[in-house]
């Protein structure tokens, strides 16, 4: 199970708004074949792992390790569920059950009429935290949400100016173009747009640009020369003007500009992940009304000694962990 973890790993930044899946086939001790779901509207993590196979008759029998209980419907490709008992796979070993209505138990039920044993459960935890994104979505019906700003040792986000180039180093910037390309939407207010004029894009990792999300409440940010209204990403901009749809630029007029309106229009936009890289403003509303599910905080050693504070995690925040990136302190949070 610990490998079919890491095998599904490959899959973050091409599969949503589907699941993270990895799927080992063993038989007398010994892998025979692997698979994980590589991108949205191919193959499933079992199929793949089937067709690694070379030599199929090997299959029979065999026990299948996979992250999430097969599918039981029919989407872009045949239930995963029937194909495993095709095979006539002897045992089949799931980290949790899949929440989506369509299958919530309906694999499983396929392969114990089968003849197939079937154990749930193995290394739960784990396999449910690499699939934290769709089972928000599953369950609670809204975007994830990953909040991220980086901060100076001394505790500010940026000087009295707002100019905040560059307080972490360059490997910790790559790693946030890693988790831009990971996500599918990255959300900023009017002040980051105004003062620094970013692209939002990812340049510094392969893969896909997330799409930009913009709160623009006062309806301001009209410049067409800023960089949001350049054709490399789909741009949505929150305001309190117009709904309108023109080439890569959506305008969705809000009357209240909440955290869980925003995420729910965000979430009927297919936007099933949202990384808010906002200023302090921003990310204190994101915090103030406990919308968010991780942070991910890049405390830097240099000191500023005056400036714009850095939001602090309140209420259920917890600290999971802490990883050093050359000179920079990689804060992982979790909302309980």
């Not at 010994?30 to 991108?39: K, L, M, N, P």
């Amino acid at each position: 199970m610990q490998r079919a973890i890491q095998l599904a790993e490959y899959g973050r930044g091409y599969v949503s708004p589907n699941p993270l899946v990895g799927c080992v086939l063993v038989k007398d001790g010994r892998i025979i074949g692997e698979g994980w779901h590589r991108r949205h509207g191919e193959n499933h993590a079992e199929v793949n792992a089937i067709e690694s196979v070379s030599d199929k008759s090997q299959i029979k029998g065999c026990t299948a390790y996979v992250t999430l209980e097969p599918c039981a419907h029919y989407g872009n490709t045949p239930p995963c569920a029937n194909r495993l008992v095709e095979e006539k796979v002897q045992k089949v070993i799931i980290g949790h059950r899949d929440p989506n209505p369509k299958v919530n138990g309906g694999g499983i039920k396929i392969l114990k009429d089968a003849g197939i044993a079937v154990e749930v459960g193995l290394l739960e935890e784990e396999c449910r935290y690499q699939n934290r994104v769709f089972l928000t979505n599953m369950e609670l019906e809204r975007p994830f949400i990953v909040l991220k700003w980086a901060q100076t040792s001394d505790g500010f986000v940026a000087r009295k100016n707002f100019d905040s180039k560059w307080i972490s180093n360059s490997l910790s910037r790559q790693q946030v173009h890693k988790l831009r390309a990971e996500i599918d939407g990255i959300l900023v207010g009017y002040n980051t747009i105004y003062y620094d004029n970013p692209e939002l894009t990812t340049r510094d990792w392969p893969g896909k640009n997330p799409v930009r999300v913009i709160l623009d409440p006062r309806n301001e940010l009209t410049d067409r020369k800023l960089n949001i209204y350049n054709k490399k990403a789909r741009t949505i901009i929150f305001n309190s003007a117009e709904n309108s749809d023109n080439d890569n630029i959506q305008k969705i007029k809000l009357v209240d500009f909440d955290p869980s309106f925003v995420l729910e229009k965000l979430y009927e936009e297919g936007v099933r992940s949202v990384l808010v890289e906002g200023g302090s403003i921003t990310l204190g509303r994101w915090i103030n009304t406990g919308e968010w599910d991780e942070a991910q905080v890049f405390v830097s050693p240099t000191t500023f000694d005056n400036g714009i504070p850095a939001p602090i995690i309140t209420g259920q925040g917890k600290l999971k962990k802490e990883k050093q990136i050359e000179d920079d302190i990689v804060q992982i949070w979790i909302n309980n």
